[in-house]
């Protein structure tokens, strides 16, 4: 086994380096190998684990991590506490402090962006599963309020013969549905707070990449002295100088090669750019937004917090904000809207949405606010919108309307789909519809349900 040099100690206490060194020389010598052996298993050169035992060098953490993993597979398989490890990080972090040269700093904001990516990675699953549940329990809903719908039409034209049972189905539906909707408020909120949690640890690494370029571009003195850990690590140490570490500054070069999109850098330059613009004044970020194309759009405002949405929202001129609210998906959708408070700002911003944003907006509004919506559309566009959706979809969302103003809406889609619409409802509601129709609608109309379906 190689020999070790004494450590010096201080007679009251020792330094966070020594303190470091003695905790790693312990680990080292209960694995009972040399340091031939040992650098050879771990890829490492013998003279670098000197440095590193002796006390001359401060390890990456990569170092101390390997070190308790041999140590738990000599200990057949029995790990380290975590308040053995707690204190080896602390250790480990304080002798970087301590050390004060550049290279000791620049580790230190390696690892702290490497701690803030795993938290940003672990904000994304998370965000990602609640969107998941979100979106399977809205489609949840949505199928309930079609059943619900379904059995009151159901209701009207049975009510003598099965009126009790449609009513029980019909209230276990309802009962069904407010549970859905209590679920829905609290993973949307749950939502919320993951993506707040996502675009922190996002911020925080660019923040960290910014530092860590900054740490890397300044003129460091003692390059010559540790030029020879670049050979060390080219020989197999993961150490700070390898080429994998080395930092971002000149990498514009790189990128003129043709490679594919990077994902990741996609995503990380939208959360970038939505924490600038979220950090503007709400008009300029729309002026700026106004030049961004659609696709990108999209992404910035999908990393953008609910709150700083809204504002955008607030912003003069409705028709702005319809498009704003068009980029969205569906459920982040709905919660700006919900966020403007007001009922008659909410159908107005609603209303000038493009009609495919409308159609997937509306399955997740409760029936009151879906009603006023719907109500408010210009009678054009409620006829794109019903043109959009199945003819017993397009019964219920018409329900509430007049009969006048259904028969608005009937004449300007095509004969066979407000035939088919009109077969959705009772009989007596069809036969007054019928009436407010253009007789040369009624007569297309005739002629669309008397061919062979």
């Known amino acids: 086994m190689g020999e070790l040099e004494p450590v010096e100690e201080g007679a009251a206490e020792i330094s966070p380096e020594a303190a470091l060194v003695r905790e790693l020389r312990t680990l ?28 001359e060098r401060i390890p990456r ?14 200990n057949d398989g029995v790990a380290p506490t ?43 699953r998370r965000e990602r599963e609640l969107e998941q549940a979100l979106h399977e329990a809205q489609r949840h809903m949505a199928d309930l309020e079609v059943r619900s719908r379904e059995l009151e039409n159901e209701l009207d034209r049975q009510r003598d013969d099965h009126a009790a049972a449609l009513v029980s189905l019909r209230d276990a539906a309802d009962a069904q549905r407010q549970a859905l909707i209590k679920e829905i408020e609290r993973l949307t909120h749950e939502l919320e707070l993951a993506q707040q949690r996502r675009i922190a640890a996002e911020t925080r690494c660019v923040e960290l990449e910014h530092r860590l370029e900054h740490s890397a571009a300044e003129p460091q003195p003692d390059a010559q002295e540790t030029r020879p850990g670049a050979v060390e690590s080219r020989d197999g140490e993961a150490g700070i100088e390898s080429p994998s570490d080395e930092p971002v500054v000149g ?11 990077d994902p990741d850098a996609t995503a990380r330059a939208m959360v970038k750019e939505a924490v600038r613009l979220s950090r503007m004044n709400p008009a300029e970020a729309v002026r700026e937004l106004r030049l961004v194309p659609d696709r990108e759009a999209v992404g910035i405002l999908q990393s953008m ?58 399955d997740l509004m409760d029936t009151q606010l879906r009603d006023r919506v719907v109500g408010g559309l ?41 035939g088919q619409i009109l077969e959705c409802f009772p009989q007596v509601i069809r036969d007054s519809l019928f009436t407010y129709l253009d007789p040369e609608m009624q007569d297309w109309i005739r002629v669309a349900q008397s061919q062979p379906k």
């Open 82 to 124: 975590p308040d053995v490890v707690k204190h080896l990080r602390t250790l480990h972090r304080s002798a970087l402090e301590s050390g004060g040269s550049p290279n000791h700093k620049i580790q230190l904001l390696q690892e702290d962006l490497a701690e803030a990516d795993a938290q940003a990675q672990r904000a994304d």
């Open 251 to 261: 990498t514009a070069r790189r990128r003129r090669r043709r490679t594919p999109p």
């Open 378 to 418: 210009p009678t054009g566009k409620a006829a794109d919108v019903i043109d959009m959706v199945e003819p017993a979809r397009a019964a219920v969302l018409l329900a509430p309307l007049s009969d006048q103003r259904i028969a608005g809406v009937l004449e300007l889609v095509d004969p066979s789909v407000a």
């Open 305 to 362: 917090l609910i709150k700083k949405v809204v504002e955008l929202v607030k912003q003069p001129g409705k028709h702005q904000a319809g498009q704003i609210l068009s980029l969205l998906e569906p459920h982040r959708a709905i919660l700006v809207l919900q966020a403007l408070g007001s009922p008659a700002d909410i159908v107005e911003v609603a209303t000038l949405m493009k009609s495919s944003s409308i159609v997937a907006t509306l």
């Open 28 to 55: 080292f010598d209960a694995l009972r190998v040399s340091q031939n052996r040992y650098a050879a298993r771990v890829y490492l050169d013998k003279s670098v684990l000197s440095r590193y035992l002796s006390g």
């Open 61 to 74: 953490w990569d170092f101390v991590h390997q070190l308790l993993v041999e140590s738990t597979l000599k």
